[in-house]
């Protein structure tokens, strides 16, 4: 007779239909060194689980028993999508186990034998493995066995992190150490191997060889021998990436390296650190190519406020733009615009590596001083290369000198980077006015604008007016009331029809002003197509205000979003391309180039694009309702009906968002919710305008198609803008083949 305290006697054979708690067993679908995992269903919430045993030889170790527990505790707190759930540590006949959720997938080991990855694939998984990690560290969890096999990709593609700290136990696997080198050889970092206190940064540095594998199939340190990998861990530089893969993106050899440091105090200092750099080199790339330009490049940063008060921001960046907007005029130069330029704002980062980031070759940073009516300025242009001044200058003047200062500064800049084809000092040509309050409301009316709130919008509105009331002759305040009422009229604020006239005169006058405008043709181009659908009008706007001002990314997208609208995808592209060489961290831009991918019916691009967004604006409005888009049509009604929610919830009663929330409800077959949308719809039309457009939206969504099509009809003539994307959106299909639809096409000059 066996004695009741052996514990070697907890080696069960789990049979199928066997109990163990509320869990039935349905099967084993793994084993090895660190426990055997096996399919099972919960029969109280019914779902399918995944148990995890400890291995029968190791449960005679006390300390592995407890080690077992708690690291599986430790992971159990942890609630992130790309971590697996924990959601019970218990003990079956004396045998620690643990249930977690059930993944449909492969590990990442297993995806990328299959095949090379592309690069836009490894940096989204990075990014997503980055995240969970993050999310560990904060809540004081460290994984210490970070690997390939370590990582699930579900059938979604999402990465799933497993094995929480189970590294610390013994593992069968020949490469996998135990006691003061915890972790798999190859994978651990130079503490773990050294047998030095490890912490959250251990983690980096594995997390640096997996990607650092993915790219270039292969181990970075990798050798003949245990022995041989365990010093190349602590002694070698891996092989540039380059030696392996071609067609890199830039910048991607510099994170690795950081990744891979020897000194954890040089190596990345967290997750967050890490992803922020991956997520930044994915929005510049896009999935589009960053083509080589010769032209000298620079990018503004946002002027520092060096007021006593610290109230001038407004002031700063009103400045930076203006100088920004001043270089997108001299064609010789290619000038990162806005978005991305102030997204370096306080960052502090080191001027080389805002170069790399933003593929320029000088920076121009600088800072303002404003005390009454006396201003001092200092800027200063630095080469990206080598971090040394290309020049410097100070400025103390009267306020009423501002606009000489700029026409310096812009001037100073163009000869110190082409001095070759600019024989003097250029003075560029800006429409500007002498009166300093009404420069002043335009500065605050411009910071407004930026916000893109309805309400941030409305008072931007009030600033441009009044500054173009205190100059009538301040072409640039007509410029921004332009702008203002056509962004009002398509987020709904206004009507649109009443949006676009009063943007179309307003256009009109600042050309009246200055026929070297090139942002108001950017605005009369827009105005031309989507209020009077005149498609040659609105193209030759487009082509003049590029000619005047060659680096404006936004008559870049003005113009391609007319294309798109047209079904001109080639063109389109291109100036998107060019868009996102000159922002690569502008939102519009590159929500724009995954419609373009959408419009092409390109289905795999389209997702790594959205995928890679999610990571960057994960509770924008307009984005979770691209995605709620996109998730509808291909069946994940719950995912698509959670992100509309979330956008309705964050954004208000807006009708672009209640729209698609009726129509991922009614396409999932939940009507009486549709109808509750258009309920909620009809509520807020006394306060604003409801577009006929997002009520056919829904309709769609329910399947009626005969009133998604009358609501379209009577929608033709109300100048909402996203009607005229009608023949190219494949939210349409089901609509195209009948007569009216395409007679609607035809009426909106289409085609």
Known sequence: MEPENDKTHTHITLAKDTMVGHYRIVEKIGAGGMGEVYLAEDTELDRKVALKFLPPHLCQDEDCRKRFKREAQAAAKLDHPNIISVYEVSEYQGRPYFAMAHVEGRSLKEVASDKDLPIEQILELAIQICDGLHAAHENGVTHRDIKPSNILVDSHGRARIVDFGLAAVRDADQLTKTGSTMGTVGYMSPEQVQGREVDHRSDLFSLGVVVYELIARQNPFRRDSEAATLRAVSDDRPEPLARYKTGLPDGIQMIIDKALEKDVGLRYQSMNDLATDLKRLTRAGLGIARHEDPRPSVAVLPFADMSRERDQQYFCDGLTEEIISALACVRELRVVSRTSSFSFRETHEDIREIGR??????????????????????????????????????????????????????????????????????????????????????????????????????????????????????????????????????????????????????????????????????????????????????????????????????????????????????????????????????????????????????????????????????????FLRHRSRILAGKGYFDEAISDASRAVEMAGENPMYLSQLGYARGLSGNHNGAVECLGRMKAVEPERFVPSYERAVVYLGMGDLDKALIELEQGADEGYCRILFINVNPLFDPLRQDPRFQNLVKRLNLV
Request: net charge negative; proline share 4%.
């Open 357 to 622: 980031k933003l593929n320029v070759s000088s920076v121009l940073e600088g800072s303002i001083r404003r005390a009454g009516n006396r201003i001092r300025i200092t800027a200063q242009l630095i080469d990206t290369q080598n971090g040394y001044h290309r020049w410097t200058e100070k400025y103390d003047r009267d306020l009423e000198d501002v606009f000489a200062i700029q026409d310096d500064v812009t001037a100073s800049i163009v000869n110190a980077l082409r001095p070759e084809l600019l024989k003097d000092k250029i003075a560029v040509a800006r429409p500007q006015t002498t009166n300093m309050e009404a420069y002043s409301e335009y500065l605050r009316g411009l910071a407004q604008y930026n916000l893109r709130s309805e309400d941030a919008l409305k008072r931007s509105l009030e600033h441009f007016t009044r500054a173009a009331s205190l100059d009538p002759r301040y072409t640039l305040a007509h410029c921004g009331m332009a702008d203002a009422y056509n962004v009002m009229a398509g987020y709904c604020v206004i009507h649109p029809r009443t949006g676009l006239v009063k943007s179309k005169e307003a256009a009109a006058k600042a050309l009246e002003l200055d026929l070297n405008c090139g942002e108001a043709y950017s605005r009369m181009g827009m105005n031309l197509w989507e209020l009077d659908q005149d498609i040659a009008g609105a193209e030759r706007a487009f082509k003049k205000a590029l000619q005047l001002t060659p680096n404006s990314v936004n008559s870049m997208l003005n113009y391609g979003e007319m294309l798109l609208g047209l079904g001109r995808l080639d063109e389109a592209s291109s100036l998107i391309e060019e868009a996102l060489n000159l922002d690569p961290l502008s939102f519009p831009a590159q929500l724009t180039g995954v419609t373009l991918a959408l419009y092409h019916g390109d289905t795999e691009k389209t997702d790594l694009l959205t995928d890679q967004l999610t990571h960057v604006y994960p509770d924008l409005p307009p």
